[in-house]
C-alpha cells in the first residue's frame, strides 16, 4: 500500500472511531477488539457458586452483557449499575430473563479508598456508598471489575455467604503507556495483596484466588483509539489529536504486519463472610 493509500485509510478509520459510540458495555468493537482471557476461567468459576445459592447479586453489570451470558443463575438474581445510560440498556435485556436491575451510585475506585474506611465500625463516607439493599440479603456476591465496598458487601451477604470478584490491577495500563510513548503516572497500588487486605480488615476470609495477564488485540488503529475513547480511565491522557503522531506510528506498525495488543493484568478472589 503507498504511503497516500496508507495516510487515507489512518485518517478513515480515526474518522470511524470518532463517529461509533459504545452501547452497553460490549468493547469487541464489532469483533475488531478481541480478548485472550487469564488463566482461569471466571465465567465458570462463578456457576459453580451460583448453582449452590438461592440468589445472587451482580455488582456493575455493565449493560448486563455478561451476567446475561451465564449458562446458570440462581432464581433470585439482582444486578447494580451505577452509569445511568447503561441502566436501561441492563434493563432491557436482563428483564427477559428474570433479573432486576438496581441503578446504584458506584463506588470510588478500591486503590483511592483510604486506609481502613471500610471497616464495618467506621462511618460511612460520601465516597463509599451504602448498597440499597437490606442486611443478609444475598448468599452470593459476584462483582468482575467493579469498584466495591467491602463493609458493604459484607453487610449484605447472609453468615456463610460468599464474595467472589475479579479485578483490574493497578498496573493493567502500563502497556498502554508504552505503546503512546507516554510517560505512566503514579498511582495508588491496587493489588491481590491490597485487596486481600481491604476484605478481611472487613471480617473476610479469603479462600481462593489467583493473579493472571489478560492480552487485548486491537485489529487496526481504528479499534485502538476507539478503545481508549470509550474507556478514558486506561489512559486518562489519551486524546485522537494530542496523540496522533503515535497513532501514526502505531498504524504503520500494523500496515506492516506487526499486531498491536497491550496485556492486562487481573487478579480474582473468592471470600467467605463466616457463619
Known amino acids: ?25 460490549d468493547l469487541s468493537f464489532g ?17 459453580a457458586h451460583a448453582r449452590r445459592s438461592p440468589d445472587m447479586l451482580d455488582l456493575g453489570t455493565g449493560g ?26 441492563a434493563r432491557e435485556r436482563l428483564a427477559p430473563l428474570g433479573v432486576e436491575v438496581v441503578e446504584v451510585e458506584g463506588a470510588d ?41 467491602p463493609s458493604e458487601v459484607h453487610r449484605i451477604l447472609a453468615p456463610g455467604g460468599r464474595f467472589v470478584t475479579q479485578q483490574v490491577a493497578s498496573d493493567f495500563n502500563a502497556d498502554c503507556y508504552a505503546l503512546l510513548g507516554l510517560p505512566m503516572p503514579a498511582q495508588p497500588r491496587w493489588q491481590r495483596d491490597t485487596a486481600v487486605a481491604q476484605l478481611e480488615r472487613a471480617g473476610f476470609a479469603v479462600e481462593d484466588g489467583a493473579e493472571g495477564t489478560e492480552l487485548i ?20 491522557e489519551f486524546g485522537i489529536d494530542a496523540c496522533r503522531p503515535a497513532l501514526e506510528r502505531l498504524h504503520r506498525r500494523i500496515e506492516g504486519g506487526e499486531p498491536l495488543a497491550m496485556r492486562q493484568k487481573l487478579f480474582w478472589l473468592s471470600a467467605l463472610r463466616p457463619a
Open 1 to 25: 500500500m503507498n504511503a497516500g493509500a496508507t495516510q487515507g485509510r489512518f485518517d478513515e478509520l480515526l474518522q470511524q472511531a470518532q463517529a461509533s459510540p459504545l452501547v452497553g458495555w
Open 31 to 47: 469483533g475488531r477488539v478481541t480478548t485472550t482471557p487469564p488463566p482461569w476461567n471466571f465465567e465458570r468459576i462463578v456457576e
Open 64 to 89: 448486563g452483557e455478561w451476567l446475561g451470558r451465564l449458562a446458570f443463575r440462581p432464581p433470585r438474581t439482582v444486578a447494580t449499575e451505577g452509569w445511568a445510560p447503561n441502566v436501561t440498556v
Open 109 to 149: 475506585d478500591n486503590a483511592s479508598q483510604r486506609d481502613g474506611a471500610e471497616q464495618a465500625h467506621l462511618p460511612r463516607l460520601p465516597h463509599l456508598p451504602h448498597l440499597p439493599f437490606a442486611d443478609a440479603s444475598f448468599h452470593l456476591v459476584v462483582d468482575r471489575h467493579e469498584s466495591f465496598v
Open 217 to 236: 488485540a486491537f485489529a487496526d488503529i481504528g479499534a485502538f483509539a476507539w478503545y481508549l475513547q470509550q474507556v478514558p480511565y486506561v489512559c486518562p
